[in-house]
């Protein structure tokens, strides 16, 4: 049996391990999730919201006034999502790179309770005797593949998941001009009598085609995909909606 350290917080090697985990799950999560890629999800998300956030300024604004306070609140609202969609990536870099240096500072001072942790981490995965001795013999004899496992196996970090945060943000751009650009749209190319109807309409497809582009992605059901995102958005706006009537009454 062998003897707990201070490294180990007085668990033992496998439980520490698993503590690990967790805060490497902790850093990693993010707004997008961690399964799609993260410009892919930031494009999505940015669409969706430019929909569902116009279609409630129409309502707040009467119809001759909407088109230039829409394009007005367009711009800024793309400038916001891409700014904000670098700063949540940089941010999780960051976090990625603080648990690097501090695995990396472990690897340093602590290797006899590193080399412990290593060999429970292959012991739960089936090696045992000459084999498990040779395993962790040769990860150990290279620092930067044994921080590299240790980061992966005992953390959980998928570092080739990472995007870069401009990256991100050029998704989220992308993703809030195209559904601003079809709304804008359906401003300015039909009369003031249909437009109401074509806005709907517009807000309606973007909410939906990027609700099952996540999916398609996600390998997740289409159709209640679809329809939760469409219902969660007209939650949204009927909410909106009736309590500006309510508030008008007033």
């Known amino acids: 049996m062998h003897q707990k350290s201070s490294h180990f917080a007085g668990k033992e090697p496998l439980a520490h391990v698993v503590e690990a985990r967790k805060k490497g799950l902790t850093a990693t999560k993010e707004i997008h999730g961690a399964e799609l890629a993260g410009h892919y999800s930031a494009a999505a998300d940015s669409a969706k919201e430019t929909a569902v956030i116009f279609t409630v300024l129409w309502m707040l604004f009467p119809t001759e006034s909407l088109h230039w306070v829409g394009l007005i ?3 800024g609202w793309i400038v916001w999502r891409g700014g ?74 998928n570092l080739e998941s990472f995007e ?19 709304l804008a749209l359906a401003l300015f190319a039909w009369p003031a009598q249909a437009m109401p109807w074509t806005l709907i309409g517009s ?21 209640p995909a679809i329809v939760w995102n469409l219902a969660v958005a007209a939650l949204a706006v009927g909410t909106a909606y009736f309590l500006g009537q309510f508030l008008a009454g007033h």
């Not at 603080?98 to 590193?114: A, D, S, T, Y």
């Not at 309606?204 to 059901?221: D, G, H, M, T, Y």
């Open 73 to 75: 609140f367009l711009c």
């Open 84 to 157: 904000r969609s670098a700063l949540l990536g940089w941010a999780r870099l960051e976090r990625l790179h603080r648990l690097i240096e501090e695995e990396r500072w472990e690897i340093e001072h602590h290797r006899p309770q590193e080399k412990e942790e290593l060999r429970a981490l292959y012991a739960a995965k089936g090696f045992s005797g000459k084999l498990l001795d040779e395993a962790v013999e040769v990860l150990m004899a290279d620092d930067n593949r044994l921080l590299q496992i240790m980061l992966e196996e005992e953390l959980g970090l």
């Open 164 to 182: 870069h945060p401009l990256k991100q943000a050029l998704g989220s751009v992308l993703g809030a001009a195209g559904a601003a650009a079809l």
């Open 203 to 223: 807000a309606i497809l973007v909410i939906a085609f990027a609700s099952a582009a996540v999916a398609r992605s996600e390998k997740n059901r289409l159709t």
